[in-house]
């Protein structure tokens, strides 16, 4: 990814998650996250996306993330998963989504970014890259036809 910035939160109180949310923000790509959960042995790493990142990634990729392989298994697992209350974290709340695994952030009922996991994270950039270096802009398409129409035609060389 583009700029590498690795956050340590604990417990995200005393606005952590918030001050984490603002670098995304104000750099405009995504942050990398440990959560070292109250509790929980494992730390749990997660990529913070701003939502505007997030749709141009999406815009792009041709196609959405693959699932595991483990097909009907884990589907099945996904499925029976309790639907868990929205976690508020001083003016943001977490909303995790039962199934992909990603978790909405929201500020003032807007979503202004989402936790993705490391793996879906760089692929979506890594597609939506190498789909976007194929196509041009409208006027980058219209300066590139003058150019061709202004040079010489290989018969008159």
């Known amino acids: 990814?583009?700029?590498?910035?690795?956050?340590?939160?604990?417990?995200?109180?005393?606005?952590?998650?918030?001050?984490?949310?603002?670098?995304?923000?104000?750099?405009?790509?995504?942050?990398?996250?440990?959560?070292?959960?109250?509790?929980?042995?494992e730390a749990e790493r997660a990529v913070l996306v701003p939502a505007a990142t997030l749709a141009l990634w999406e815009h792009w990729a041709p196609t959405a993330y693959p699932t595991s392989g483990g097909g009907e298994e884990n589907r099945a697992v996904a499925e029976e998963s309790e639907l868990a209350h929205p976690a508020e974290f001083g003016a943001l709340t977490l909303f995790r989504r039962r199934v992909g695994g990603r978790t909405a952030v929201a500020r003032e009922g807007v979503v202004v970014a989402e936790l993705l996991d490391p793996d879906e994270a760089h692929w979506l950039q890594e597609k939506a890259r190498n789909v976007r270096q194929g196509f041009m802009d409208p006027k980058q398409k219209a300066a590139f036809e003058e150019f061709l129409a202004r040079q010489a035609s290989l018969e008159g060389q």
């Open 1 to 41: 990814m583009g700029v590498q910035i690795d956050v340590v939160v604990g417990y995200p109180i005393n606005d952590e998650v918030e001050r984490v949310l603002g670098l995304a923000e104000a750099v405009g790509e995504p942050v990398t996250v440990t959560f070292m959960w109250e509790g929980r042995e």
